[in-house]
């Protein structure tokens, strides 16, 4: 997702623009694997061929999974994009076996929301933000 579609342009008000930058900040799943992510070990890829999930994208494993799972919320001052799934900061920000005993090794992050694990926003989403911000204010501009 590269700019702002000329019809979601036209349609930005001041009532939907909040909704409209937390449906952009849950845009990174339906491209995953930007920055790059490590590969899954051959322990989970063994795990997936058993289970007869592999091969197939990480994430994207059930129609119920993390992918899926993807919400966003808009208040009258912030847009909100997140996951209840219990593993959701795990596979964002990845977890070493030392600090979570019940895992069978260390789990690299794997951003799959539009900031890496830093919290620092991709290039995309930045420039797709402030693109509707500044839609937002040549709306208001002309009022």
Same mark, same amino acid.
Request: charged fraction near 20%; include cysteine; proline fraction near 7%.
């Given at each position: 997702?590269?700019?702002? =579609?000329?019809?979601?342009?036209?349609?930005?008000?001041?009532?939907?623009? *909040?909704?409209?930058?937390?449906? &952009? %900040?849950?845009?990174?799943?339906?491209?995953?694997? *930007? +920055? #790059?992510?490590?590969?899954?070990? #051959?322990?989970?890829?063994? *795990?997936?061929?058993?289970?007869? =999930?592999?091969?197939?994208?990480?994430?994207?494993?059930?129609?119920?999974?993390?992918?899926?799972?993807?919400?966003?919320?808009?208040?009258?001052?912030?847009?909100?994009?997140?996951? =209840?799934?219990?593993?959701?900061?795990?596979?964002?920000?990845?977890?070493?076996?030392?600090?979570? +005993?019940? %895992?069978?090794?260390?789990?690299?992050? *794997? +951003?799959?929301?539009?900031?890496?694990?830093?919290?620092? &926003?991709? +290039?995309?989403?930045?420039?797709?933000?402030?693109? %509707?911000?500044?839609?937002? %204010?040549?709306?208001?501009?002309?009022?």
């Amino acid at each position: 997702m590269h700019g702002i =579609n000329p019809s979601v342009r036209k349609g930005v008000t001041a009532s939907n623009s *909040r909704r409209a930058f937390a449906t &952009l %900040l849950g845009f990174q799943v339906l491209t995953p694997g *930007r +920055p #790059d992510w490590a590969d899954l070990s #051959d322990v989970t890829t063994g *795990r997936r061929e058993k289970s007869g =999930n592999w091969p197939g994208q990480i994430l994207q494993i059930s129609a119920a999974g993390l992918a899926a799972s993807i919400t966003s919320r808009a208040t009258d001052s912030s847009a909100l994009v997140g996951s =209840n799934k219990p593993y959701a900061a795990m596979m964002h920000f990845g977890g070493d076996k030392s600090d979570f +005993p019940h %895992l069978w090794g260390d789990i690299p992050g *794997r +951003p799959y929301l539009p900031m890496d694990t830093e919290c620092v &926003l991709q +290039p995309e989403a930045e420039e797709a933000i402030l693109e %509707l911000a500044l839609i937002h %204010l040549e709306k208001a501009a002309r009022l």
